[in-house]
Nanobody, 116 residues
Framework: QLQLVESGGGLVQPGGSLRLSCAAS????????IGWFRQAPGKERERVSC????????NYADSVKGRLIISRDNAKNTVYLQMNSLQPEDTAVYYC?????????WGQGTQVTVSS
């Protein structure tokens, strides 16, 4: 059964850092572009970053450029999102996503709260 499991969220003060993980099971991540999305209360889900299958290309939303770094370890079947200089507006549930055979798969999400 194909599954994505996010972890690493939590409560952090403004300016702090977190590293999110997205672990895949039931399929091999190697061949797919993986995206990180977030959804804040009352807002639509937005993509914050994605990384190609080989990891040679990455993309970031303007709101997170220079603060977030996406990476992958295909040997561990895991994609990471290093989040630095976090701000209250980064508060959201973060999800990872993969599209297989024209179908989107999502994890359950991990909550990130940035507050003093």
């Amino acid at each position: 059964q194909l599954q994505l499991v996010e972890s690493g969220g939590g409560l952090v003060q403004p300016g702090g850092s977190l590293r999110l993980s997205c672990a895949a099971s039931g399929f091999t991540l190697d061949y797919y572009t993986i995206g990180w999305f977030r959804q804040a209360p009352g807002k639509e889900r937005e993509r914050v970053s994605c990384i190609t299958s080989s990891g040679d290309r990455t993309n970031y939303a303007d709101s997170v450029k220079g603060r977030l770094i996406i990476s992958r370890d295909n040997a561990k079947n895991t994609v990471y999102l290093q989040m630095n200089s976090l701000q209250p507006e980064d508060t959201a549930v973060y999800y990872c996503n993969v599209r297989l055979s024209s179908r989107d798969y999502w994890g359950q999400g991990t909550q990130v709260t940035v507050s003093s």
